[in-house]
């Protein structure tokens, strides 16, 4: 693929970032909310489980972002460029398939 089409990294941060914080916000509730002598017994299968939903979001987060900008380079509108105009109905043909002031054979 060309350089063109890669995600912005700073934007994917931005994206993930409030999923990450409320990961880290889980686990800081998890481990506070297992019972004295059983930290990690009480706490670390909910852990685990929080680390591999962020892993799989921020997996699909990236490549959607990447397909956006994919998509983006393709698009009439795309990155800097105008969309192009609508077509009209075009010119009434004649009968024989001519357009009217066309040359006839």
């Not at 990450?20 to 489980?49: C, F, H, K």
């Not at 398939?97 to 006839?104: I, S, T």
């Given at each position: 693929?060309?350089g063109?089409?890669?995600l912005l990294?700073?934007?994917?941060?931005q994206r993930?970032?409030?999923q990450?914080?409320?990961?880290?916000r889980?686990?800081?509730?998890?481990v506070?909310?297992?019972p004295?002598?059983?930290?990690i017994n009480g706490?670390e299968m909910?852990v685990?489980?929080?680390?591999?939903d962020?892993?799989?979001?921020?997996?699909?987060?990236?490549?959607q972002?990447?397909?956006?900008?994919?998509?983006?380079a393709?698009?009439?509108?795309?990155p800097?460029g105008?969309?192009l105009?609508?077509?009209?109905?075009g010119?009434p043909?004649?009968?024989?398939?001519?357009r009217?002031?066309?040359?006839h054979?």
């Amino acid at each position: 693929m060309d350089g063109d089409s890669k995600l912005l990294v700073e934007a994917y941060l931005q994206r993930m970032r409030a999923q990450t914080e409320a990961l880290l916000r889980g686990v800081a509730e998890a481990v506070n909310a297992a019972p004295d002598g059983a930290w990690i017994n009480g706490s670390e299968m909910q852990v685990r489980d929080l680390f591999a939903d962020l892993r799989r979001a921020a997996y699909e987060t990236a490549l959607q972002m990447r397909l956006e900008v994919k998509q983006a380079a393709f698009s009439p509108g795309g990155p800097g460029g105008a969309a192009l105009p609508e077509q009209g109905p075009g010119e009434p043909q004649h009968a024989d398939g001519q357009r009217a002031g066309g040359a006839h054979a």
